[in-house]
């Protein structure tokens, strides 16, 4: 049998024991055992480079990214079976690869928290991916970036993950499209006045670890901005457009892999047949006028093109918009420059309920309760959250022991929040009990509350955080163990 991991020459001596215990757990498993014996793909390939994008004619980020041969800039890979990986970290940074939304040892979750193994500044790690059921995932950097601005989620590494055929929910379509959003050129601001002479020594300096706890009086504080945002690398314009014909059903996969900003997509004329979040088929697929996604989350909608035309199908907000988040829809035959309207009233977030079931969630034994809460800003002006337990709570779970997990946001911003390792099936939404939706990514909404029920099927440490970077770096995390 091949090994499951190649160890980097870099690792501690601690690090290497953690990978080599979780190893042998993995393959005394008996099923594991059959997987890892059974027929894989060989030779995927992802290459993580460091070069220059041209994100429209002529402008260049400087960034790192994922490369290796993907087929419409979509990593494929098949269901119910495993898939023999290699990984090479062509940079001179250590890097994290973590697969969002996939079920996977903790060794190979990609998170320094879980104590995953690390890809080495140019080394190679060669792993077997246990078997995925079919769904729409992603990959991406879980490099920890503190304050900095150009690694992890902030740069190019991103690729939207499909695993199995074509997805044909909803019924047959006649071409799948996929969308992925996300920044560029990030800044950062600060909303109490500071100078610019300032912003820019701050941009410069390398906090001390130790400075981050403190906690000082103060509103606003330090805030990030972009300079451009694409959809598939390229600004409304640059790339070639989406090309339709009139009674074509389109499939859209639709991935937000922002660092820090919510999603908001509309295509004017056209409304979105909701059929999946997450990779999961809703239970309800519904219709509505604008996709609403937190970050890391995804959507899979069919729209019928039944209204001829050039359109633009982009981010609601003006500014947003005006920065390149969109494509062009171009129909056969149509002519004149790209048209946009707004849509009436958009939504600000997602609401889970118009695709659930309503009828009331099973009952748990087990509960563990967080809250969200926003601290003072330290003396530096950064933000700092926490992911507070309820009295008497604790982290450790059970091995296929099913778990609700209540989480109340005490802030006035939504968040985000990702179970890494592990879907769950929302039973709550502010207050209003709902059944059926999967997922593992769900925004918490200003001042509301979710719950969620979830069965964790391996022992290790499973990561649970607001995936917006930002709120992250500034302590809004937990980390689980399942025993």
Not at 442 to 455: E, L, N, Q, R
Request: hydrophobic share 40%; with cysteine.
């Amino acid at each position: 049998m091949r090994p499951i991991h190649s160890i980097s020459n870099s690792m501690t001596r601690r690090g290497f024991l953690h990978a080599l215990g979780a190893s042998a757990a993995w393959l005394a498993a008996p099923h594991m055992q059959a997987a890892a014996l059974a027929p894989h793909v060989t030779n995927v390939a992802l290459e993580i480079e460091r070069g220059s994008l041209e994100i429209a004619s002529g402008c260049f980020v400087d960034t790192t990214f994922y490369r290796g041969a993907f087929a419409d800039g979509v990593l494929r890979l098949p269901s119910h079976m495993p898939v023999s990986l290699t990984v090479r970290n062509n940079t001179r940074d250590e890097e994290y690869v973590h697969w969002h939304g996939m079920t996977v040892p903790d060794t190979m979750d990609g998170t320094c928290e879980e104590r995953s193994l690390s890809v080495a500044a140019g080394d190679a790690m060669h792993y077997v991916l246990p078997a995925q059921e079919q769904g729409f995932c992603y990959v991406h950097s879980h490099a920890m970036t503190g304050h900095a601005l150009q690694g992890g989620p902030y740069s190019g590494q991103y690729l939207p993950v499909l695993i199995g055929e074509s997805h044909r929910l909803g019924g047959p379509v006649d071409q799948e499209v996929f969308l992925s959003s996300h920044e560029w050129f990030p800044q950062y601001v600060n909303r109490d006045g500071m100078d610019r002479a300032a912003e820019e020594m701050h941009h410069l300096r390398v906090d001390d670890e130790s400075e981050e706890q403190e906690e000082g009086a103060g509103q606003g504080g330090w805030e990030i901005e972009y300079k451009a945002a694409t959809l598939n690398g390229k600004v409304l314009g640059a790339g070639e457009p989406v090309r339709v014909r009139a009674g074509q059903r389109v499939l859209f996969h639709v991935l937000n892999a922002s660092a820090t900003e919510p999603l908001s997509l509309h295509l004017p004329g056209h409304r979105f047949h909701v059929v999946a979040l997450d990779g999961y088929a809703v239970p309800r697929p519904a219709s509505v006028e604008v996709i609403c996604l937190g970050v890391g989350e995804r959507a899979s909608a069919v729209v019928v093109m039944d209204t001829p035309g050039i359109w633009i199908f982009g981010a609601v907000d003006d500014e947003i918009r005006s920065k390149g988040l969109g494509v062009v829809v171009e129909y056969a035959s149509a002519t004149g420059k790209p048209l946009w309207s707004a849509p009436y009233q958009p939504p600000e977030i997602c609401d889970y309920r118009i695709f659930a079931d309503c009828a009331v969630a099973n009952v748990c034994n087990t509960t563990l309760s967080f809250r969200l809460e926003r601290r003072p800003l330290n003396h530096h002006g950064f933000e700092q959250w926490a992911m507070v337990p309820s009295s008497g709570n604790h982290d450790t779970l059970r091995k296929d022991e099913r778990v609700r997990i209540h989480l109340q946001n005490a802030t006035d911003e939504a968040h985000p929040m990702h179970l890494h390792r592990y879907g769950f099936e929302l039973a709550s939404y502010c207050g209003d009990a709902i059944r059926g939706m999967k997922k593992d990514t769900v925004v918490v909404p200003a001042y509301g509350s979710i719950a969620c029920d979830m069965t964790p099927e391996q022992t290790g440490a499973a990561l649970f955080h607001c995936h917006n970077q930002m709120h992250m770096d500034c302590g809004l995390k937990t980390l689980l163990h399942v025993v």
